[in-house]
């Protein structure tokens, strides 16, 4: 009678422990941590203004937008930070990125428009060559981190960086962009 006893706890505890790994398992698969999925979209040329006779450029306004998909079922909670264009390896413009909060299996923008500086284009010997081209090439960048917290104790981070080539053409007055991003973890 002890022997059938004994079978039948070891039974029951080997059910019990197939199912404890079982949920542990299907917990890890529906809430494991998830990278966000980042989507670069085309920079923008919001304003773009010019003297009445095209000789001189008062001011250019561009947007900078990344699409961010959070794929965990826990919102991704972004910081502040900054999106930078560059001319040449000269700063032209920086606008802050405002800290935020993207939903559980939600996708948002995550962007700003940035004012170049016109007086640091100027300044660049390289400027009165590419004008005359009629294209200024600018690099504009951004780097935002972030983290998940799936069930409260599991943490994500992440380090968002876009990149992208920027080819304004300066008699159409319009734009045209190549955007690369990546993501670190950790």
Same mark, same amino acid.
């Not at 941590?33 to 773009?48: D, E, G, N, Q």
């Not at 032209?92 to 993207?102: D, F, L, T």
């Not at 939600?106 to 060559?129: A, C, H, M, N, Q």
């Given at each position: 009678?002890?022997?059938?006893?004994?079978?039948?706890?070891?039974?029951?505890?080997?059910?019990?422990?197939?199912?404890?790994?079982?949920?542990?398992?299907?917990?890890?698969?529906?809430?494991?941590?998830?990278?966000?999925?980042?989507?670069?979209?085309?920079?923008?040329?919001?304003?773009?203004?010019?003297?009445?006779?095209?000789?001189?450029?008062?001011?250019?306004?561009?947007?900078?937008?990344?699409?961010?998909?959070?794929?965990?079922?826990?919102?991704?909670?972004?910081?502040?930070?900054? %999106? /930078?264009?560059?001319?040449?390896? $000269?700063? #032209?413009? =920086?606008?802050? &990125?405002?800290?935020?909060? +993207?939903?559980?299996? *939600?996708?948002?923008?995550?962007?700003?428009?940035?004012?170049?500086?016109?007086?640091?284009?100027?300044?660049?010997?390289?400027?009165?060559?590419?004008?005359?081209?009629?294209?200024?090439?600018?690099?504009?960048?951004?780097?935002?981190?972030?983290?998940?917290?799936?069930?409260?104790?599991?943490?994500?981070?992440?380090?968002? %960086? /876009?990149?992208?080539?920027?080819? $304004?053409? #300066?008699? =159409?007055?319009? &734009?045209?962009?190549?955007? +690369?991003?990546?993501? *670190?973890?950790?």
């Amino acid at each position: 009678m002890k022997e059938t006893h004994k079978k039948k706890l070891m039974a029951f505890a080997i059910g019990v422990l197939a199912l404890l790994a079982l949920a542990v398992l299907i917990l890890y698969f529906i809430f494991r941590p998830r990278p966000p999925v980042v989507i670069p979209t085309p920079v923008s040329l919001l304003h773009f203004d010019f003297s009445p006779d095209h000789t001189i450029i008062h001011s250019i306004i561009m947007g900078v937008d990344v699409l961010l998909k959070n794929r965990n079922l826990a919102p991704f909670i972004y910081y502040e930070s900054a %999106a /930078v264009v560059y001319y040449h390896d $000269v700063l #032209v413009g =920086e606008a802050p &990125i405002a800290a935020g909060r +993207i939903g559980a299996r *939600k996708t948002e923008y995550i962007g700003t428009p940035v004012e170049l500086l016109v007086d640091r284009l100027v300044d660049s010997p390289e400027f009165l060559p590419d004008v005359t081209a009629g294209l200024l090439s600018l690099i504009a960048t951004s780097k935002t981190r972030g983290r998940a917290t799936i069930l409260g104790f599991v943490k994500l981070r992440a380090m968002i %960086a /876009v990149e992208c080539h920027v080819s $304004v053409f #300066v008699w =159409e007055g319009a &734009i045209s962009s190549k955007c +690369i991003s990546s993501i *670190k973890l950790g």
